[in-house]
């Protein structure tokens, strides 16, 4: 088990800065132009690709780092460049993580290359789990998987929403409902390979923030896949579905549910994301003030615009803290007893909403402008206390973590 430690070997402070050089080079200088554009900034992610930024190798050797700090350090440069643009980039490898978390050696080895596409040729994947009647309340999910014995095939059916990358990517991961009594300890992970008939992007949604990532409703009407997609297999998806049926019999006894064990894991990144956007906020907040000149002296001099800085400052490094102590939890198998991964990406991302709120507010009109980028990472913040998880969801596992009761 590797010991925490706040400090980067010299390898992680060479991909750090490498990232950081492409994250100020090619994405802050590109983050206008596809924030209004509203469009996947494909030739930002080809330039990603051929650098060796967006590929299998890069994300697998920062999520393999044993110390924890290899993905929320590459998280934070590439959202401190730009978070549209960055989980455009990312978002191929949330779908990933979803097929390495459950897939076989062969379900990983044959998807995840799909997934990527390469540098000539990059494509992109999507994760589709939440529905309109199932974002918060996953239990409620109502797209439906059967199995066709006869023909070793699985049926599809439902509508999936704000699916990043839904529509437009090569390999599709949906979460679906195999048995109806289970809540959620009836779904199950299915792979929609390149082309399927049946699988069809529904309404691209024109939103707040990130957009220049691609946020879709993905339909899914009599999709007919191979039963060899169904990830982790048959007899494994057999075997869980009679534990939780003999658990269910036995008066429902608590289990410790592993979806909420991953999200526990997963979360930290997205808990980076947030550091990075706030960072780049506070960066242009404190280069403003310095420069500024009102009634004869930069506006820093005024403790109410310092002192806000100072807030800043530490909400950010406070927030950093608590996503990197969570990272290294997952890598090095930490039990999550107070649900550490919840509450980085609580703090986090609350962080990133005030941080660039306060940016605003020292640039004063130019803040609120498209002249300058603030304005944007303002809007952009807004979802990190949205997607994976409300900050209400993460308060509520905490609490529930914490008092070991179900809070309602
Ligand atoms: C840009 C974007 C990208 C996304 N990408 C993906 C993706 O790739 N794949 C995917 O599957 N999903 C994705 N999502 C969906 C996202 O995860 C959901 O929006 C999120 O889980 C919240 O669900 P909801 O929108 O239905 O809100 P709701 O669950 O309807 O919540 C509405 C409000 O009620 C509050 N609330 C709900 N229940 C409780 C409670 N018990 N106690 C207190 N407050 C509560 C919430 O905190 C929130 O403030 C994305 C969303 C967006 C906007």
New binding site residues.
Partial sequence: MAEFTMELNDEQKEVRDWLHGFAADVIRPAAAEWDEREETPWPVIQEAAKVGIYSLDFYAQQYFDSTGLGIPMAMEELFWGDAGIALSIV?TG?AAVGVLANGTEEQIGTWIPQMYGDANDVKVA?????E?D????VASMRTRAVYDEAKDEWVLNGT???????GIANVHVV?AVVDTELGSKGHASFIVPPNTPGLSQGQK?K?HG?RA?H?AEVVLENVRIPGSCLLGGKEKLDERLARARERAKAGGERVKNAAMATFEASRPAVGAMAVGTARAAYEVALDYAKTREQFGRPIIDNQGVAFQLADMRTSIDAARLLVWRASWMAVNGKPFTAAEGSMSKLFASETAKKVTAQAIQILGGNGYTREYPVERMHRDAA?YT????????Q??VIARTLSGMPI?
């Avoid at 999936?160 to 839904?166: H, I, L, P, V």
């Fill in positions: 978002g949330l999507a994760f589709c789990s939440s309109p199932a974002g918060s309340d999936k929403t704000w699916a990043t990358n839904g979460v949604f939103k990130i990532s946020t979802i949205i997607f994976e998880g409300t900050s209400e969801v308060r509520l309602r």
